[in-house]
């Protein structure tokens, strides 16, 4: 049983699938609770430098499964508990140093929005489609929306998504910053492997404080954040990977003005 999110380790890649293509990769109740489990083994593995977020299907992720919440007689109190799961999960994935690419095809709806902003860089393929819905059925954002989407593109551009019942395209996402890439559907996959396996290949560890510092950078103070970086430049400078790349750096520096 994956409970609708497959996960495959190899070479310090993570690859997080949601797998539950017939519901558009909406969250229920049981892949609420994978999606933390997954957060927590991947990002407490040491050998793992990297992560992959993907889905299988027509769309990326419909967000929760409200046909679910209505057809089991579930409670106020059990949405919570599951919306406190997925949020579990966003957050320890979102703290992690360790930097997370997104590929992104079809719909992405609610709190679809959240699960894909938990990546630091996200590619969209030219099919997909950006939307709230949130308000259509009378519900509140949730998954990490009310804040990874105004981080993402800006308070108002956010209003607009949750007020007015508007739709993006991939190139108006990618021009409100709420993608960063959009490339032929074709190409999704391999633009991400690609990008995955440059931060495997440089500096990985790099990569990944950089990602923690501006993630959770956003919500200290700035004195806070002068402390970590100060901190964590220092604890970076004295591992032997920094000190094999400042030492060339230095000597191409200094072979160019010779």
Sequence with gaps: MTDGILLHV????????????ASLNAMDFPMARRWR????????????GAVILDATGPAFCAGGDVVAMATTDASGSEVTETAEAIHDGIRTFVEAPLP??????????????GLM??????VAS??????????NIGLTPDLGVSTLLPAAIGQRRALQL?????MLDAAEARDWGLVAEVVASGDVAARVEAIARFWLDGATAAFGQATRLVRVGAGRTFAEN???????IGAAFDTPEARARVAAFAARSAKGSA
């Design 37 to 48: 489990e997954v957060a927590q083994q991947v990002t407490a593995d040491p050998a793992v």
């Design 10 to 21: 190899a070479d310090g890649l993570a690859r997080v699938t949601f797998d539950r293509p």
């Design 226 to 232: 002068l402390a970590d970086e100060a901190a964590t």
């Design 126 to 135: 030219e099919n997909a489609r950006f939307v709230s819905r949130y308000a």
């Design 100 to 113: 997370m690419v997104a590929a992104v095809q079809g719909a992405v709806a609610g709190g679809g929005l």
């Design 117 to 122: 902003l938990t990546a630091d860089y996200v």
């Design 162 to 166: 949750l007020l007015q019942d508007r």
